[in-house]
């Protein structure tokens, strides 16, 4: 049994303890957090399961490490706090631990990493011989592995289209929703989100791992943004409301230029209420999935829905973000220490998995 800590116990977090506990190779032997109201409760009871783990939540983050765990599942946040973010992954990289974590985007296609983000890990991996591995759902597995693999049933390819489509009003993160995305702002706002270059920053990593997969150059990559205000104000059940006016519904474009052409292209239609945009694409169930279309022949279409926490469409993606990055901790255990990303490890089936029940 590998012995795993959840850092973070948030949105990310609570998945990472239920993923962790039901592993049939690892065992759940810490949960740090941050907030002094959490310490000392149980695991389990943090993560919703409804009974407890035994594991008790700590804060004494050196105390944790200097036990040398083999992995580590860094779950908090890093939007607001890359630095913070980049700092605590270091350390746990450092103390040879194998980290996952979708907190640091610019690692997501850690060849084309800003040096600022790259030398520090990998200077924690020559010193500590620890391992890396982050990626998330988009960006993340629904553009990687997803389009990539759909790819390949294909005779003929075009274009490789991936789109997320959700009602943010599900997303119960609402620092991230108002301030980076901008909802509920006056359209005269500047989402730090949205703003001109971030998008690629975010998103650029998962073109270039499409381009590097599929064996083509990038000419550029390029991006749109289109803004939408509410015609009425709307009333949300986890964020409350959201006026009249303000910024709606958001879509924007990713476009990974190849001969002249946007023919990579990661799309995002974001809404806080289904009447915002309505002749934007939308989801089938009116909530939020994950689109990968192939056009080329065949044209193919794949769209993922995910649940979990009550039938939340947001807590379905983080549980996949979470469960792709905990799949990989044996594979990445078995490893050479390093840096790795999406095309590196491989997405395997749910061995040892299926029909068995958490302990």
Same mark, same amino acid.
């Given at each position: ?207 270039? %791992? ?114 792709? %990055? ?34």
């Amino acid at each position: 049994m590998i012995p795993t800590v959840v850092w973070g116990t948030g949105n990310v977090g609570r998945a990472a303890i239920r993923a962790v506990n039901a592993h049939p190779t690892l065992e759940l032997s810490a949960v740090l957090v941050a907030n002094p109201a959490k310490v000392g409760r149980d695991a389990g009871e943090l993560a919703g399961l409804g009974r407890r783990l035994g594991v008790a939540a700590r804060d004494d983050v050196a105390a944790v490490l200097a036990r040398r765990p083999g992995a580590v599942v860094y779950a908090a946040s890093g939007d607001l706090r890359p630095a913070e973010a980049l700092a605590d992954v270091v350390r746990a990289v450092r103390a040879g631990a194998v980290v996952v974590t979708p907190a640091l985007y610019p690692l997501y296609d850690q060849r084309g990493a800003p040096p600022e983000f790259r030398e520090p890990v990998l200077a924690a991996v020559r010193e500590g011989g620890g391992s890396l591995f982050a990626s998330g759902v988009d960006p993340g597995w629904g553009n990687d592995v997803l389009p990539l693999l759909v790819s390949g049933l294909g005779s003929t390819v075009e274009a490789i289209r991936c789109q997320e489509i959700f009602d943010y009003s599900t997303y119960e993160q609402e620092e991230s929703v108002r301030v980076l995305v901008g909802m509920g702002q006056p359209m005269t706002y500047e989402p730090p989100m949205l703003l001109p270059s971030v998008p690629t920053a975010v998103w650029g990593g998962q073109l270039r %791992l499409m381009a590097r997969a599929l064996g083509v150059e990038l000419d550029g990559i390029r991006e749109t943004l289109v803004r939408r205000p509410l015609e009425t104000t709307v009333r949300t059940r986890t964020m409350g409301e959201f006026a009249a006016g303000t910024q709606g519904a958001v879509r924007f474009e990713v476009q990974g230029v190849v001969d002249g052409e946007p023919l990579l292209v990661i799309e995002h239609v974001t809404r806080i209420h289904p009447d915002c945009a309505p002749d934007w694409p939308v989801p089938p169930n009116g909530s939020g999935a994950h689109r990968v279309i192939v056009e080329g022949r065949p044209r193919i279409e794949v769209t993922v829905e995910a649940t979990d926490e009550g039938e939340n469409r947001s807590a379905g993606g983080n549980a996949t973000a979470v469960g792709r %990055l905990v799949g990989a901790i044996d594979w990445l255990v078995a490893a050479e220490p390093g840096l790795y990303d999406a095309l590196d490890v491989p997405l395997r089936p749910a061995v040892g998995k299926l029909g068995r029940r958490p302990r």
